[in-house]
């Protein structure tokens, strides 16, 4: 089964780049690898999705190595609006049952300053 | 394009009772997949349906269970209703194929469960 770790939270200030990594053992082979942003008592947002190397959109950037055990997030800039609970999400099926079920990382706080 | 919806908003139950959340995917996807988020924690996922089938589930017991419309609405059915169950439960649709196993799912705004 996989499992995903975050760091549990991360300070930054406004203008900074922040990194924040994903840590996933054990992910299905044909999944991609999904970030997320969460405010309070939402619905998480959909940020940036990836399979293997590089991607970048007008938000973000993934970055994934070849043997994807881990992925991180690349906010370039952050504003104090950035601040919010950052989630990977990727997927995992059972090699027992063969059903598919999808696991979110443990989540990192970030918090930014002004 | 309207996104995902869910209703209601808020909701008030009591120990033993049952509860029916109901979500509206967005259009164009036709799986959907319902998460439970205890209060400070993240998501853990529950099951997702797709041709109006269950085909995957996470640990959760039979009394939670689902249904899903041939329209791609979807309801989530909670039985036994326990404190524990006191929660945001959110509901993501998505399209197979379009990336990855079963696509990029996009979120609703969630409801939240108060067990009394």
């Known amino acids: 089964l996989a499992k995903t770790t975050q760091p549990i939270s991360m300070d930054s200030y406004e203008g900074q780049e922040v990194n924040i990594t994903c840590s996933h053992n054990n992910i299905a082979t044909n999944d991609y690898i999904t970030w997320y942003q969460q405010f309070p008592s939402q619905g998480p947002r959909f940020i940036i999705q990836g399979y293997k190397t590089k991607v970048t959109n007008e938000v973000a950037s993934l970055f994934i190595p070849a043997d994807r055990k881990s992925s991180t997030l690349s906010l370039p800039r952050v504003s104090l609006s950035d601040t919010a609970v950052y989630y990977c999400?990727?997927?995992?099926?059972?090699?027992?049952?063969?059903?598919?079920?999808?696991?979110f990382g443990t989540g990192t706080r970030l918090k930014v300053l002004a | 394009e309207t996104g995902v919806t869910q209703s209601p908003t808020h909701l008030i139950k009591t120990r033993g009772q049952q509860v029916t959340l109901r979500c509206s995917s967005q259009?164009?996807?036709?799986?959907v997949s319902w998460y439970q988020q205890a209060l400070g924690q993240g998501p853990q996922f529950i099951f997702q349906?797709?041709?109006?089938?269950?085909?995957g589930r996470g640990n959760f017991p039979p009394r939670f269970s689902g249904l899903q419309f041939p329209n791609y609405s979807s309801e989530l059915n909670v039985n036994a209703l326990e404190l524990d169950d006191s929660a945001l439960y959110l509901c993501?649709?998505?399209?197979?194929?379009?990336?990855?196993?079963?696509?990029?799912?996009?979120f609703g705004p969630g409801t939240r469960l108060t067990v009394l």
């Open positions: 993501a649709s998505s399209s197979p194929g379009t990336s990855g196993e079963w696509g990029t799912q996009y």
């Open positions: 259009s164009g996807h036709n799986t």
């Open positions: 349906y797709y041709r109006e089938e269950e085909n």
């Open positions: 999400l990727v997927g995992d099926i059972s090699t027992t049952s063969g059903t598919y079920k999808y696991i």
